[in-house]
């Protein structure tokens, strides 16, 4: 059973850090692709970061870049989101996602860990 | 960068209508689009991928439509555990973002 348990959040000042973690397990870890959603509460969803299979690529949103950081450990089948100068706007539960890759060569999210919440206030 | 639009906002129908919800994008994204539906206190739930295909085990009631900036999600007759929040998400150039969502609610 494909498994994915985030961990690390909390409460945490305005310009503070935190460190996310995502366990994954089930699956082979390092053959996907993953990824990190965000959702403020109340709010829609919001696409933040992925990463490759291998780590050599990483992609973020606008809003966080020079902030996050993603990054994985293949060996211990861990997903990580280093988060750096947090803003109250960063408030939100962050979930793990596998991305499955698709014949077309497209992968969208097919797991989703339950999240983790995020405060950002003084 | 790409920006998703969806409408309606909000979908009020009843069981066994049909829904019908739209989801534009700024630019082509091909056919790499993806439907998702969250319930409250879920996480969301992959339908639709490739603009058409249904992911494992989702009702043949969903189908989605469309490619380059023009996508429809189609629920064809609407059960009572359809009523929740449905996203689009393109997946053809970062960043990724998904749109704003559409409440389909009774």
């Known amino acids: 059973e494909v498994q994915l348990v985030e961990s690390g959040g909390g409460l945490v000042q305005p310009g503070g850090s935190l460190r996310l973690s995502c366990a994954a397990s089930?699956?082979?870890?390092?053959?996907?692709?993953v990824t990190w959603v965000r959702q403020a509460p109340g709010k829609g969803v919001e696409w933040v970061a992925n990463?490759?299979?291998?780590?050599?690529?990483?992609y973020y949103v606008d809003s966080v870049k020079g902030r996050f950081t993603i990054s994985r450990d293949n060996a211990k089948s861990s997903l990580y989101l280093q988060m750096n100068s947090l803003r109250a706007e960063d408030t939100a539960v962050y979930f793990c996602?596998?991305?499955?890759?698709?014949?077309?060569?497209?992968?969208?999210?097919?797991?989703w860990g339950q999240g983790i919440l995020v405060t950002v206030s003084s | 960068e790409i920006v998703l639009t969806q409408s309606p906002a909000t979908l009020s129908l009843s069981p066994g209508e049909r829904a019908t919800l739209s989801c534009r994008a700024s630019?082509?994204?091909?056919?790499?689009l993806a439907w998702y539906q969250q319930k409250p206190g879920q996480t969301p739930r992959l339908l639709i991928y490739?603009?058409?295909n249904r992911a494992t085990g989702v009702p043949a009631r969903f189908s989605g439509s469309g490619s380059g900036t023009d996508f429809t999600l189609t629920i064809s007759s609407l059960e009572p555990e359809d009523f929740a929040v449905y996203y689009c998400?393109?997946?053809?150039?970062?960043?990724?973002?998904f749109g704003p969502g559409t409440k389909v609610e009774i």
């Open positions: 996602v596998r991305d499955n890759c698709y014949a077309s060569g497209a992968c969208y999210g097919d797991y």
């Open positions: 089930g699956f082979t870890f390092s053959d996907y692709w």
């Open positions: 990463i490759k299979q291998d780590g050599s690529a990483e």
């Open positions: 630019q082509s994204v091909r056919n790499f």
């Open positions: 490739d603009a058409s």
């Open positions: 998400h393109q997946r053809a150039r970062w960043p990724l973002p």
